[in-house]
Antibody, heavy 118, light 107 residues
Framework: EVQLVESGGGLVQPGGSLRLSCAAS????????MHWVRQAPGKGLVWVSR????????TYADSVKGRFTISRDNARNTLYLQMNSLRAEDTAVYYC???????????WGQGTLVTVSS | DIQMTQSPSTLSASVGDRVTITCRAS??????LAWYQQKPGKAPKLLIY???NLESGVPSRFSGSGSGTEFTLTISSLQPDDFATYYC?????????FGQGTKVEIK
């Protein structure tokens, strides 16, 4: 059974940093590109970042470029999101997600809440 | 950047109704479009991929159509479990772009 379990969320002050983790199981993790998607309270879904299976190529939404870094450890079957220079508008539930090559076979974690507030 | 616009933002319907949600892309995305259902406090659930392909395990009352810039999600006979928010999403090798969502409410 495919499972994605996020952790690392919490309350952080503006300008602070946080690292999210996503532990994957039940599939060949290194063969899948992985994504982070966020959802601010009461708002819609926003794609944040993606990383290729071998970790060599990454892309980011303009809103987080230069502040967030996606990475992965295929030996530990874990995806990461390092978030620096956090702003109030980064407050959201952060989901890790995986899709198949045609956009199917989609799985999401349960999400982890990040709150940026003083 | 490609923008995705859904309409309507909110839709009131009754059990048994045929429901249609529209998603428009700011430029052609051929068939690289997906539809999701999300319920409060839950992760989104993929319904349709590549514009018209039903994800495994999704009831056949859900269908998708369209190509280029205009797409529709149709629920042929709305069931109580279908009251939720629906999102379209363009996807390619580099990113994903979601529409703003359509909330389907009980009439």
């Amino acid at each position: 059974e495919v499972q994605l379990v996020e952790s690392g969320g919490g309350l952080v002050q503006p300008g602070g940093s946080l690292r999210l983790s996503c532990a994957a199981s039940g599939f060949a993790f290194s063969t899948y590109w992985m994504h982070w998607v966020r959802q601010a309270p009461g708002k819609g879904l926003v794609w944040v970042s993606r990383i290729t299976g071998d970790g060599t190529n990454t892309t980011y939404a303009d809103s987080v470029k230069g502040r967030f870094t996606i990475s992965r450890d295929n030996a530990r079957n874990t995806l990461y999101l390092q978030m620096n220079s956090l702003r109030a508008e980064d407050t959201a539930v952060y989901y890790c997600a995986r899709w198949g090559s045609s956009g199917n076979a989609n799985y999401w974690g349960q999400g982890t809440l990040v709150t940026v507030s003083s | 950047d490609i923008q995705m616009t859904q309409s309507p933002s909110t839709l009131s319907a009754s059990v048994g109704d045929r429901v249609t949600i529209t998603c428009r892309a700011s430029q052609s995305i051929t068939i690289w479009l997906a539809w999701y259902q999300q319920k409060p406090g839950k992760a989104p659930k993929l319904l349709i991929y590549k514009a018209s392909n039903l994800e495994s395990g999704v009831p056949s009352r859900f269908s998708g159509s369209g190509s280029g810039t205009e797409f529709t999600l149709t629920i042929s006979s709305l069931q109580p479990d279908d009251f939720a928010t629906y999102y379209c999403q363009h996807y390619n090798s580099y990113s994903r772009t979601f529409g703003q969502g359509t909330k389907v409410e009980i009439k």
